[in-house]
């Protein structure tokens, strides 16, 4: 079993940032790989980023790249997502998740098997 909480989201204005953090516990040390998704149009949810502990591999969706970060603390269990230059349409409920699988390009929520409640980040004037 493996437990994941978000925190750090918030109401922003639009060029902001936000760090978000996912705190896991339990037999995280059997799921490598820490993702970040939110809702998109027509899906359930998209995936925003990734980050391997073994590697250090990570992954950045097209409307996210160059201004967002993903590191992760392997002592403190955390994921990090640091995400600069916000926009309105950022504005999402962002999920964090855990897989036991070692990922190459675009992640599927289906693959995932650990699921945070979310934390609601807000991109407003």
Known sequence: QVQLVEFGGGLVQPGGS???SCAASGSILDYPTIGWFRP???MERVGVSYIDRDSGRTYYADFVKGRTSISRDNAQKTVYLQIDNLRTEDTALYYCAATESLLVGVPSPSWFTYWGKG???TVSP
């Open 119 to 121: 934390t609601l980040v």
């Open 18 to 20: 936000l760090r978000l």
């Open 40 to 42: 998109a149009p027509g």
